[in-house]
């Protein structure tokens, strides 16, 4: 069965990095896009851009460029999230997504890891 | 961008009720368009793609209508568990987006 596990909470202070992981397994991960998707506390979903995990490249979607960085390990399927000078307006959980149409095409999202709360605070 | 408008924002309802939320786009978005279901500290997950295909596992009770800028999801029978939280997404051009999300609470 498809499953995608994330990693877990994070505690960081403004200015620091994170880096968020997100492991596929029962498919093959070169096959579909990966996604990212922001919730704000108390917040609606936020699409945050997709990686394309056949070629590796990426796009952020407004909002989320300079910053934001989507990377891939192919040999462990695994996707990563990685976030760098954090600010409190970060604080969120992060879900990755997997796409479920084919790959390059524009989709829903059919499988969603459990989530990794991120949080900024000095 | 394609923005996505969800009412009622929330809404008290029994078990057993039939239920219908409403999602409007700002333009035609043909049939794509998803609905999610989320509870308190979980992931969403996706019960209708297409506008009214249900996704593998869904219950039947769950129902998806509409094309162009207007769809509905339907329950036709509340069940305990459906209480949550439900968001629309449109996947017809970027950047795919979500409605703002429909809360339904135990009246």
């Given at each position: ?8 909470s994070?505690?960081k ?35 945050m ?61 059919d ?8 949080t900024?605070?000095? | ?10 809404f ?6 039939r239920?219908?939320?409403t ?70 051009s ?14």
């Amino acid at each position: 069965q498809v499953q995608l596990v994330q990693s877990g909470s994070e505690l960081k202070k403004p200015g620091a990095s994170v880096k968020v992981s997100c492991k596929a397994s029962g498919y093959t991960f070169t096959s579909y896009a990966m996604n990212w998707v922001r919730q704000a506390p108390g917040q609606g979903l936020e699409w945050m851009g997709w990686i394309n995990t056949n070629t590796g490249n990426p796009t952020y979607a407004q909002g989320f460029t300079g910053r934001f960085v989507f990377s891939l390990d192919t040999s462990v399927s695994t996707a990563y999230l990685q976030i760098s000078s954090l600010k409190a307006e970060d604080t969120a959980v992060y879900y990755c997504a997997r796409g479920g149409r084919r790959l390059g095409e524009l989709t829903y999202f059919d499988y969603w890891g459990q989530g990794t709360l991120v949080t900024v605070s000095s | 961008a394609i923005r996505m408008t969800q009412s009622p924002s929330s809404f008290s309802a029994s078990t057993g009720d039939r239920v219908t939320i409403t999602c409007r786009a700002s333009q035609g978005i043909s049939s794509y368009l998803a609905w999610y279901q989320q509870k308190p500290g979980k992931a969403p997950k996706l019960l209708i793609y297409a506008a009214s295909t249900l996704q593998s596992g869904v219950p039947s009770r769950f129902s998806g209508s509409g094309s162009g800028t207007d769809f509905t999801l339907t329950i036709s029978c509340l069940q305990s568990e459906d209480f949550a939280t439900y968001y629309c997404q449109q996947y017809y051009s970027y950047p795919p987006a979500f409605g703002g999300g429909t809360k339904v609470e135990i009246k």
